[in-house]
């Protein structure tokens, strides 16, 4: 079974702030890692995924995340937030190999000019 | 269209009232995802389809609840005698094969007073 945790529900930061989210994950085996990005009124969008190799990840709109398996972690970052970063981010976990993803509950990221 | 496409974007229902949500892949996607986003939660999976088949079901929450996918394109989510607790937002996702990126789309927004 699988499951994620997102610390906190909202996140504020200023623009041009780091922006840091973060999500820890359980998994029975070695997982798939996602985050995605639900802006107003549209669906899901992937931004990142780590399925095998290279632990740091890119993605879209300059995020990036580290899978860490000791401390069964996959923050979400980004050096500095531009307004249009408002809104919210889902980690999700699936069991290697697949695509089918338990999803966390959610951080509205906030961005104040 | 491009993306996935969901109909109605939102539906308002009476209690025990029957109700039918459409779902449109991506052209040549062989693989659906329906999901159920409750408010203030992540989406949970419902079920999954590979081809007309499905191929996971585990996530349906009981049997007023049933999808199909006939032509292994469009898919419908059924729903029977609904109560206000099925009131969330209902996600399908396609993807061109399992185990490949799935594309959401927006969601139908069902309401059962």
């Known amino acids: 079974a699988q499951s994620v945790t997102q610390l906190g529900s909202h996140v504020s930061v200023s623009e041009g702030a780091l922006v840091l989210l973060r999500c820890n994950y359980s998994s029975s085996v070695p997982p798939y890692l996602f985050w995605y990005v639900q802006y107003p009124n549209q669906g899901l969008q992937l931004l990142l995924k780590y399925t095998t190799g290279a632990t740091l990840v890119k993605g879209i709109n300059g995020f990036e995340a580290e899978f860490k398996k000791s401390e069964t972690s996959f923050h979400l970052t980004k050096p500095s937030a531009h307004m249009s970063d408002a809104a919210e981010y889902f980690c999700a976990v699936s069991p290697g190999g697949s695509y089918i993803p338990t999803f966390g509950r959610g951080t509205s990221l906030i961005v104040h000019p | 269209g491009a993306g996935v496409s969901q109909t109605p974007s939102n539906k308002v229902t009476e209690k025990g009232k029957y109700v039918e949500l459409r779902c449109d892949p991506i052209?040549?996607?062989?693989?659906l995802y329906w999901y159920r986003q409750s408010l203030g939660q992540g989406p949970e999976f419902l079920i999954y389809?590979?081809?007309?088949?499905?191929?996971?079901d585990s996530g349906l929450p009981n049997d007023r609840f049933f999808a199909v996918r006939p032509e292994g394109s469009v898919s419908t989510l059924k729903i029977q005698r609904t109560e206000r607790g099925d009131s969330a937002v209902y996600l399908c996702?396609?993807?061109?094969?399992?185990?490949?990126?799935?594309?959401f789309g927006q969601g139908t927004r069902l309401t059962v007073v």
């Open positions: 052209s040549g996607h062989t693989a």
């Open positions: 996702a396609s993807s061109f094969r399992a185990n490949t990126e799935a594309f």
């Open positions: 389809f590979q081809g007309t088949g499905a191929a996971d």
